[in-house]
C-alpha cells in the first residue's frame, strides 16, 4: 500500500514538472509544443544534446531551474523508491517468521478485531503470558500491531482462510471483538462451523444483538455499554464494596496485581478427596472464590468441609507470586 502511494506521488511529480517545463518554454521562449516537450525532456533526462533553438537569458535561466527540479525529483525519488523496496522485503520477512511462530500456536486464543476493546484484551492476555494472535482488517490498526510485540495477521475474520490461517483448528477460545455485530454473528458461525470445540466469547452493542450472537454459536456475549453501567452503579451505590471486588482496579504498577484462576480438579490432583478447611489453600495464597460442578451449578463461597471431587473446577483470585504454587496443585499428587 506505502509503496503504491509513493510511487503514485513520484509519477504525479515527474508529470507536473514536465508539463511545468513545456508551459515554460512556450511562455518565455515563445516554442510550439513538440520543441517545448522536447527541450523539456532532454534537459530532465541531463542527456546533452544541443538546444533546439537559441535561447534567451530568461530562456536558460529557467532551465536550470528545471534542472535543479528534475534532478531532485530524482534523487528523492530514488531513495524513496529504495527505503519502500527495504520495507516491503523486511515485512515480508516479518510476516514469514509470523506465519511460523502462528503455526506453532496450540490452545491458543484468536482476537478478532484490534479496536480499543480489542486493545485491552490484547494487553491483558500478554500481560497474562497468555498465547494469542489477532486477526485485523483495517489499514489503522495494522499500522498500531507492527508496533506490538504481538502476533497478528492481517485478514477479514469473517473469512474461513483468515481464521484457518490463525489456526482455529488447533486453537482453544475465539474473542470477537470487533464493532459490527453482524460481523460478530458471522465469525460465531465461520468459527463453530470450522471447530464445533471453540469457546466463543464476543461482543454485541445491544440486547437484541446479543441473543442473535448467542444463537450463531458464541457461548458467552458481553455488552461492554451494560457492564459498564452496572460498575459504575455499584461504584455510587457501595464504592468500599466495588473497590474490594474490582480486580481491574489494582494498580498494576505497584506490582499488586491480582487475576482470577480457574484449576480442574481430576483424581490425580493434589487436591481430589481433600476438603477446603486441610488442603492448605489460603496458606498458599489463594482466595477461594467458588466451585464449578462437572453438573454445571456453581457454589459460592464453599464451605470448610466441602470435598473436592474429579471435574471440580476451582476458581480463585491469586497473585503472580502465586504462580508456582497453581503448577503445585495442577501436578499429581
Not at 506490538?148 to 471483538?177: N, Q
Not at 464476543?202 to 458464541?218: C, F, L, T, V, Y
Request: net charge neutral.
Amino acid at each position: 500500500m506505502e509503496f503504491r502511494k509513493s510511487s503514485f506521488f513520484i509519477v504525479s511529480m515527474l508529470i507536473v514538472i514536465l508539463f511545468f517545463g513545456v508551459w515554460g518554454y512556450s511562455l518565455i521562449e515563445g516554442w510550439g509544443f513538440n520543441d517545448s516537450l522536447y527541450m523539456t525532456l532532454i534537459t530532465l533526462t541531463t542527456t546533452g544534446f544541443q538546444e533546439v533553438h537559441p535561447m534567451s537569458p530568461q530562456g536558460r535561466f529557467f532551465t536550470m531551474i528545471l534542472l535543479i527540479l528534475g534532478m531532485g525529483t530524482v534523487a528523492y525519488s530514488v531513495t524513496h523508491l529504495m527505503q519502500d523496496l527495504m520495507s516491503i522485503n523486511f515485512n515480508e520477512r516479518r510476516r514469514r517468521k509470523m506465519q511460523k511462530k502462528i503455526a506453532q500456536l496450540e490452545k491458543h486464543i484468536i482476537v478478532c478485531g484490534f479496536g480499543r476493546m480489542g486493545k485491552v484484551v490484547c494487553q491483558e492476555l500478554h500481560s497474562q503470558g497468555v498465547p494469542f494472535v489477532v486477526i485485523e482488517k483495517f489499514d489503522k490498526s495494522l499500522k498500531e500491531l507492527e508496533h506490538t510485540p504481538y502476533l497478528w495477521l492481517e485478514g477479514d475474520a469473517t473469512h474461513d482462510e483468515s481464521l484457518l490461517a490463525a489456526g482455529i483448528d488447533r486453537a482453544k477460545t475465539v474473542a470477537s471483538m470487533v464493532d459490527c455485530d453482524a460481523d460478530s454473528l458471522y465469525i460465531s458461525l465461520a468459527v463453530k462451523s470450522l471447530n464445533p470445540k471453540v469457546t466463543i466469547v464476543a461482543r454485541a452493542n445491544d440486547e437484541s444483538a446479543r441473543q442473535k450472537i448467542h444463537r450463531a454459536g458464541a457461548d458467552k456475549v458481553v455488552m461492554p455499554i451494560t457492564v459498564s453501567g452496572i460498575k459504575v452503579a455499584q461504584t455510587l451505590i457501595n464504592p468500599i464494596f466495588e473497590d474490594v471486588l474490582d480486580i481491574e482496579g489494582v494498580d498494576p504498577a505497584a506490582g499488586e496485581r491480582v487475576q482470577m484462576t480457574e484449576i480442574m480438579i481430576s483424581e490425580s490432583s493434589d487436591l481430589f478427596g481433600k476438603n477446603l478447611a486441610n488442603c492448605g489453600l489460603k496458606r498458599r495464597g489463594f482466595m477461594v472464590v467458588g466451585i464449578r460442578h462437572p453438573e454445571g451449578d456453581f457454589t459460592f463461597a464453599p464451605n470448610a468441609d466441602y470435598n473436592f471431587r474429579s471435574g471440580d473446577v476451582l476458581v480463585s483470585l491469586t497473585t503472580p507470586e502465586t504462580q508456582s504454587e497453581i503448577i503445585k496443585v495442577q501436578k499429581p499428587h
